[in-house]
């Protein structure tokens, strides 16, 4: 049963998570933080004890969430170990690093990765954000799913092979598409057209996706094979070369995916 929390890292997942914690009534123990400024300003939220050193952690936690940058991950748990038990439960939340990057360091590991792009000046509602657990351990598989469902009304429980393919998803449907649109931001910048005039068109696609399969719902030239348009468009593009190689590959890729669907 998780009641004591202790959180390793004060950014954006931390800082939701803690304070999503704390409403749900639990005890936050501990914020440790690299930089104890920031540890004291989480830490006031969630009437924690802040600190910039691990070993100053209590260790009678029931769950260590580690949520710093995935780089330092690794670093976190080998200097962890030196002051907790090993049969201290710790998790990352992480959708990209291994579950097993806690396994040479501690007997009882998981994951908890919330499916949303969180940021420290947008608040959420936490009880939207999807929660994947990953645990070899069926026991604190139940306990991090009694944990989470008190966070989340949505949560998963995937395997590793699942969540490596489910951040690759998501780097597709968030970053990737993020980035189209600072390409279609930067063209209409450059020739003075109001970029709002597009976030209808954005914001109706976006909402088309809860009711409709993606593939379905597939408009533009490469879809229609309108050789013609796609030939302009690249012409527009003669001066920015990456952005043409992209959308050359975008467009083949389409036609590709819909000669499937037609087969």
Same mark, same amino acid.
Request: glycine share 2%; with cysteine.
């Given at each position: 049963m998780t009641e004591k929390i202790a959180f390793i890292g004060s950014g954006n997942v931390a800082s939701h998570m803690a304070e999503a914690a704390f409403l749900q009534g639990y005890e936050i123990t501990d914020i440790w933080s690299r930089r104890l400024e920031h540890a004291q300003l989480l830490a006031s939220k969630v009437k924690s004890t802040p600190t910039d050193q691990l070993q100053q952690l209590h260790t009678d936690a029931d769950l260590y969430i580690i949520a710093v940058p995935d780089d330092y991950i690794d670093v976190v748990a080998e200097q962890l170990c030196e002051f907790l038990p090993t049969f201290a439960t710790v998790v990352? @939340?992480?959708?990209?690093?291994? !579950?097993?990057?806690?396994?040479?360091?501690?007997?009882?590991?998981? &994951? *908890?990765?919330?499916? $949303?792009?969180?940021?420290?000046?947008?608040?959420?509602?936490?009880?939207?954000?999807?929660?994947?657990?990953?645990?070899?351990?069926? @026991?604190?598989?139940?306990?991090? !799913?009694?944990?989470?469902?008190?966070?989340?009304?949505?949560?998963? &429980? *995937?395997?590793?092979? $699942?969540?490596?393919?489910?951040?690759?998803?998501?780097?597709?449907?968030?970053?990737?598409?993020?980035?189209?649109?600072?390409?279609?931001?930067?063209?209409?910048?450059?020739?003075?057209?109001?970029?709002?005039?597009?976030k209808p068109l954005i914001n109706e696609t976006a909402a088309k996706i809860s009711t409709e399969e993606p593939s379905h719902m597939q408009t533009g030239p490469a879809v229609r094979n309108d050789e013609k348009s796609i030939a302009t468009h690249l012409q527009l593009l003669s001066d920015k070369k990456s952005v043409q190689r992209l959308y050359q590959k975008i467009s083949e890729n389409i036609q590709t995916k819909s000669y499937e669907n037609l087969r």
């Open positions: 990352h @939340t992480s959708g990209a690093t291994s !579950l097993h990057v806690l396994s040479a360091y501690f007997g009882n590991t998981g &994951v *908890i990765w919330p499916l $949303q792009s969180l940021s420290l000046t947008k608040k959420v509602d936490f009880q939207e954000v999807p929660l994947c657990i990953t645990s070899n351990a069926p @026991t604190l598989r139940q306990q991090l !799913l009694s944990l989470c469902h008190t966070l989340s009304r949505k949560v998963q &429980v *995937i395997n590793e092979d $699942q969540k490596q393919i489910l951040h690759l998803a998501a780097v597709f449907a968030n970053n990737f598409s993020n980035h189209m649109y600072t390409i279609a931001h930067d063209l209409c910048s450059e020739h003075r057209i109001d970029f709002d005039l597009l």
